[in-house]
């Protein structure tokens, strides 16, 4: 399928016909929106169905990693004949011990980062809504309309269309988002 057929499939879906509705652009910029709003059902189809991996997943292959590397550490230590340490001229075995410490001191870094960026307890919200929220924001924005962050507003109700679920609550991912978006948009 073509990329003019997959748009033309998305536009005549009835939830680009009800953001159109919501967006309401000028007569001469409808069709340019209604592609755009094409668009961006795609891009919220495709976030819905990757598999994303949590962070906590991330912590514990690197939690794996460090543990193996400090293993690796150890073997270093142990591994290099002196006949062949001798040779090279230099304790080959330091040398490789202070690579596989600085990686070690990375994935500890990373597993520290991870830890801090992650809200403990709390669901994490699905990229397919996340998605739908940036694009709602980013097509308002584009065609002259003020992104309103409150359930009736513009902006919640667009972002619903988009994700095609209309009782789908998103009000809870607007206000972490809308610093990012305005900074991003208005360059703040």
């Known amino acids: 399928m073509s990329k003019a057929d997959e748009v033309a499939k998305w536009r005549a879906t009835p939830e680009c016909k009800n953001a159109l509705k919501i967006i309401a652009p000028g007569p001469k910029r409808q069709r340019e ?6 668009r961006a059902l795609r891009g919220v189809k495709c976030a819905a169905e990757i598999e994303w991996r949590t962070a906590a997943q991330y912590k514990k292959d690197l939690q794996k990693l460090a543990k193996r590397l400090r293993t690796d550490i150890e073997l270093a ?12 001229g230099k304790d080959s075995r330091i040398w ?9 001191e990375e994935t500890e870094r990373a597993i520290k980062w991870t830890s801090q960026h992650v809200r403990k307890g709390s669901p994490r919200p699905s990229w397919e809504r996340i998605v739908a929220v940036y694009n709602a924001y980013r097509l308002l924005r584009k065609y ?3 992104p309103t962050r409150s359930r009736e507003g513009i902006w919640h109700r667009l972002a619903k269309v988009l994700l095609r679920k209309e009782q ?8 972490p988002r809308e610093a990012y978006l305005r900074n991003f948009y208005y360059g703040a």
């Open 33 to 38: 929106c209604e592609d755009d709003i094409a």
């Open 77 to 88: 230590a142990k591994a290099f004949p002196l006949e062949y340490q001798i040779r090279r």
């Open 96 to 104: 490789i011990e202070e690579e596989l410490k600085r990686l070690l």
């Open 144 to 146: 002259g309309k003020k």
């Open 168 to 175: 789908a609550d998103l009000f809870d991912l607007l206000k």
